[in-house]
């Protein structure tokens, strides 16, 4: 059995360690001032957002079944796994890349939908194409809309994604079980000092990561960055290696990265960012882009 299942050792190890890390943070909560836990819970919960990604590409094992199974506790509580494995799997039909009509994923409009919103709508998404708007007010918007949107489908008779919130509301239950019931966290503080910092981390990553171009080649990046967000993205910043190969598990892509590193610039149109200091330089204030794509 365990032959057959091919198992990806150092993701095991890496998921007992993102755990561990979550064990001790919650249990030692009270003991800890609030600036820690807010940068180590943040860490911690984007991490394990990380971990999920790899689950959805086949890691650790070739069973999709225990691969769930290790990410079934939701630390974040909003993002059911297994809507963000059929997002995600359309998401890496490359050709459709950006493409508000055909990429679940995309963050941006049609031209044609941009030019029917009124102005404000139109200003905010002006706000939340840059890095201050999408770290720090859009976790705000994005979790509310999601679960209404889903709350709004059920209502309306479409049961398809039922079995995907039953499955999601027991992983919430073993999380907050824990964190209520055995490290007697209150649950808005766990939403401030640990879901709202993890999904903002989660959406520096995204934030970078494609962008509108004529060859979809050309619409991923290569963000440099290893070491604290390298480890933290499970090199996902590499995120035109990943796209090319999404086959490849997170502990290859840095070797494989530096081996294919011009190729992957020649055929990305050089999409390229050098750390996210300099994102936060470029796109603090300022947008990345136009939000709307235009028309063909």
């Excluded at 409009?109 to 002006?126: G, K, V």
């Excluded at 073993?174 to 019931?181: A, F, P, R, V, Y």
Aim: net charge neutral; hydrophobic share 45%.
């Amino acid at each position: 059995m365990i032959s057959r299942l091919k198992p990806e050792w150092l993701t095991i190890l890496l998921a007992v360690l993102i755990y561990a890390l979550f064990g001790v943070a919650t249990w030692f909560y009270h003991s800890l001032p609030g600036w820690f836990v807010f940068v180590i819970g943040g860490y911690v919960v984007a991490w394990h957002g990380s971990l999920r990604h790899e689950a959805v590409h086949m890691h650790p094992t070739t069973s999709a079944q225990l691969n769930e199974l290790l990410v079934l506790p939701s630390l974040d509580l909003y993002l059911p796994f297994r809507l963000y494995a059929q997002t995600h799997t359309q998401h890496h039909i490359n050709q459709n890349l950006t493409d508000p009509e055909l990429d679940p994923e995309s963050y941006y409009l049609s031209e044609q939908r941009w030019h029917t919103l009124p102005r404000a709508r139109q200003w905010s998404y002006w706000i939340f194409h840059t890095l201050a708007g999408r770290l720090l007010l859009y976790p705000f918007w994005i979790i509310p809309y999601f679960w209404y949107e889903e709350a709004q489908r059920l209502v309306r008779g479409d049961h398809r994604n039922l079995q995907a919130w039953i499955r999601h509301l027991l992983g919430i239950a073993l999380t907050m079980s824990w964190i209520i019931g055995v490290c007697g966290i209150p649950f808005w503080e766990y939403l401030l000092l640990f879901v709202y910092p993890g999904t903002s981390l989660t959406l520096l990553r995204s934030f970078a990561e494609h962008r509108s171009h004529p060859d979809w080649q050309g619409r991923s990046a290569i963000l440099e960055a290893e070491h604290l967000f390298g480890i933290l993205y499970l090199y996902n910043n590499y995120h035109a290696l990943h796209h090319n190969k999404p086959d490849v598990p997170w502990y290859k892509l840095p070797k494989l990265f530096r081996i294919e590193r011009e190729q992957l610039l020649h055929r990305n149109d050089n999409y390229l960012i050098r750390g996210y200091l300099e994102l936060l330089w470029k796109n603090l204030f300022y947008p990345k882009g136009i939000p709307y794509l235009f028309e063909r």
